[in-house]
């Protein structure tokens, strides 16, 4: 019998944001941040989750139905904010869920460490965003993070829809799904491309991670796909999940958190999706050997 998956939404910031929660509510609480694909997806993911946990995933502001928010000043942070107002909605605002990332993922991942760190039982990072990295020199991410965002964003107002349409299905051909945000609020799809591209290009000039948290807050479990770092797309982590970096970014984790652990997986940078019962798996084996 397929797990049942409920619908809900909530408004924040003047922002309508949906989510989905999947699993007994006896089960212990999980957050899923997802990177892409998003929404139904995703829920395969969700489905295989909730198999064990009490599973609440957003669809993060800008993506699948949820709107942009209005401004962006500190993506992190605002979206963790985001993850935070579910959670209360929810009655589960002190229930210390476990916080699950994948790529995009990563950002309110992190930005729920540094906002809640007193919250959160186990953060899990899958092929995700690490902004507490500083963010390599290579023209590759300069072009794709930097330069495709921007130009993006600055034509996301001005480009006819039926061309926008026909660019996004191009980008994200691999998922056969379509940024609804990008139709409806162009305006703030560009402020969140300009704010991410700022972000990654500040880091490369300096040499500095955009974030700092505190990763002794709560166990931590990093799973990467082998090959991540081989795909060449924007929508496949474009180079900023290396598994190169996550392993640098390991090191300095167990500097701090001894229970830390790394574990490769057979796969890229999209091997969640591709195999959810393989990926979970560590997940549960982790958990158990708190």
Known sequence: MAIEIYNHSTRFNGALIYY???????????????????????????RELAKHFYVIAPEQPAFGRSDPLPTYTNLPEQYADVVHYILREEKLDEAKPIIVAQSFGGNAAHGYLKKYPKNIRC??????????????????????????STIGGTLAPLVPRFIKRWIVKKVWHRYN???DALETYP???????????????????????????????????ML???RDGEEHIVAEGGGITHIKIA?????????????????TLHGGHTILYDNPPYVIGEIIQFMNSR
Request: aromatic share 12%; with cysteine; charged share 20%.
């Open 247 to 263: 392993q640098k970014l390991f090191e300095e984790i167990r500097r701090v958190n001894h229970t830390a652990k790394f574990v």
């Open 123 to 148: 953060l899990v990072l899958t092929d995700a965003v690490m902004p507490t990295m500083p963010i390599p020199r290579t023209w590759r991410i300069l072009f794709q993070q930097v330069i495709l």
């Open 177 to 179: 799904i379509v940024w």
């Open 187 to 221: 305006k703030r799809i560009r402020s969140l491309a300009y704010n991410t591209a700022a972000r990654i290009y500040r880091s490369q000039r300096t040499g500095k991670p955009y974030m700092e948290v505190d990763y002794s807050a709560c166990p931590i479990l």
């Open 20 to 46: 989905v929660t999947a699993g007994e509510q006896i089960k212990y609480p999980l957050v899923f941040l997802h990177g892409a694909p998003w929404g139904e997806k995703s829920w395969d993911v969700v």
């Open 224 to 226: 990467w796909g082998e």
